[in-house]
């Protein structure tokens, strides 16, 4: 695996790859201090281009090789997450039906929790039925920030 840790307004994100895909973003506090590969592959140099152009305002739709490993139901929530357009929020609910699985609400909030690669997966375009903002794996201000930048803040 290829790491690359960079610097943005959410602080510090470690990205990582594995030669040919994004494989993982992790926040602050949630990787244990792997070291960043000496040269970093294309791939983490991509992902650190788009992530600065859309902390910056000028990319709402990332272009990356992704390869998010998780069980097929999970696999299927991330794909429907990926489809949440910039700027616009959905609730588990609207997720469960997305997916076809309308009774799975609760699964598809721990799915969303397990999502490896936040931000370029908009998990944190996901709040609840009622509008309000539920848990996030980089903390309720970090997604926040995220939905102010994309302009969906608060959520309506």
Avoid at 30 to 40: C, F, N
Wanted: contains cysteine.
């Amino acid at each position: 695996m290829n790491r690359l840790t960079i610097d943005s307004p959410l602080g510090p994100l470690q990205l990582v790859s594995d030669g040919s895909h994004l494989t993982a973003i992790n926040f602050p506090g949630q990787y244990s201090g792997e070291q960043d590969s000496a040269s970093p592959d294309s791939v983490l140099r991509s992902a650190r281009s788009q992530l600065g152009e859309y902390f910056a305002g000028r990319r709402q739709r990332f272009e990356l090789p992704l390869a998010a490993r998780g069980t097929a139901f999970q696999e299927s929530v991330w794909q429907a997450l990926a489809a949440i357009p910039w700027g616009e929020v959905r609730s588990y609910r609207d997720i469960a039906y997305a997916i076809g699985k309308p009774s799975a609400v609760r699964a598809v909030g721990a799915a969303n929790g397990r999502n490896p690669l936040p931000i370029v997966v908009p998990c944190h375009r996901v709040i609840g039925a009622d509008g309000s903002l539920t848990g996030f794996g980089g903390g309720l201000p970090l997604k926040v920030k995220l939905l102010t930048l994309e302009g969906s803040y608060p959520a309506s």
